[in-house]
């Protein structure tokens, strides 16, 4: 789409009601600052929440400050610069913090929408996956290669179900 005003390849698109009627208004970067019609404001969300966490788990900040995933290394510190968790297991080692800003932004703590298809694998099964596949590394290193073709099958059996059992 090109700006209005000039021939440039339009950046800025503004959309306005008045009087019930749509207006829209497409303009390039130049014409919109011409027009003063760009607020340079940055959004800076590592202090958007900082301060939101700041606020339900002030008094915990020193116990919390210590913690660290040990699945995925990441320090409770690290998540409340960056916004940012490592992995699932995040949500039960800074469960303390992490309650009271879901509930502030949710209104609640436990996730109640639609899982995703790969989420639908039982934890037992999946447990059970991740087993064979140790024992299966660990007949390949001892060379007992029989064992490790039955488990490798045993494996595949079970990565092809998707079902505990």
């Known amino acids: 789409m090109k700006c209005q005003s ?4 339009a950046t800025v698109h503004l ?7 749509k207006k829209e208004l497409h303009l390039c970067e ?11 404001q940055e959004v800076n969300l590592s202090s958007i929440l900082q ?24 320090k409770y510190m690290e998540f ?3 916004g940012r968790l490592g992995c699932p297991h995040d949500y039960q080692v800074f469960q303390t913090a992490l309650e009271p800003l879901l509930q502030r932004i949710h209104r609640a703590v436990r996730h109640v929408g639609k899982k ?4 639908r694998i039982h934890a037992a099964h999946l447990k059970e ?18 064992e490790a073709a039955r488990i ?5 059996i079970k990565e092809a179900t998707d079902e505990p059992g």
């Open 51 to 74: 301060t939101v966490i700041g606020q339900h788990i002030g008094q915990l900040t020193d116990e919390l400050g210590r913690l660290t995933c040990p699945a995925c290394g990441v």
């Open 15 to 21: 959309t306005d009601f008045v009087n019930g009627h």
């Open 6 to 9: 000039c021939a440039k390849a």
């Open 80 to 82: 409340k610069a960056e």
């Open 152 to 156: 490798r099958d045993l494996l595949r």
């Open 129 to 146: 996956i991740v087993e064979l596949r140790r024992q299966l590394r660990t007949a390949v290193e001892t060379e007992a290669y029989e």
């Open 116 to 119: 995703p298809r790969h989420g």
């Open 30 to 40: 130049d014409c919109a600052e011409k027009q003063q019609l760009l607020k340079q």
